[in-house]
C-alpha cells in the first residue's frame, strides 16, 4: 500500500437548533463540496424537538469558515475568498 494524499481531517457533530441554522448549514455544506477540500456529511438525524443532528467529516480548513457562515448567514464560499479570517467575521456578525 502507499499512502498518496493524506489530508488532515475533523470530525464535528453540530445541533442546528433553528429553522434558520438548518437552512444555512444545507448552503454552508453546498458550498463547500465546491471548494475543492474535502467534506462528508456522516449523518443527519432530527431529534424530537424539532432540531437536527449533523456528522461532518471534513478537512481542517473548513472548520471555521463552516462555524461562521451557520451563525451569520454570510456564504461560505465568500467567507473562504475573503483575507480575513472567518473567526473575525463571526465576532462581527449582523
Known amino acids: 500500500m502507499n499512502v498518496v494524499d ?4 475533523v470530525f464535528l457533530r453540530l445541533s442546528l437548533q433553528t429553522d434558520e441554522e438548518q437552512q444555512r448549514y444545507c448552503d454552508a455544506y453546498q458550498d463547500a463540496c465546491y471548494s475543492g ?3 462528508q456529511q456522516t449523518s443527519r438525524e432530527p431529534q424530537r424537538d424539532g432540531t ?3 456528522g461532518l467529516w471534513l478537512d481542517h480548513r473548513l472548520v471555521e469558515p463552516l462555524q461562521a457562515s451557520i451563525e451569520t448567514g454570510y ?3 465568500d467567507l473562504l ?3 480575513t479570517p472567518a473567526e473575525d467575521v463571526a465576532k462581527s456578525r449582523p
Open 75 to 77: 456564504r461560505l464560499k
Open 37 to 39: 477540500m474535502q467534506v
Open 81 to 83: 475568498s475573503r483575507k
Open 6 to 9: 493524506e489530508i488532515p481531517g
Open 52 to 54: 437536527y443532528l449533523v
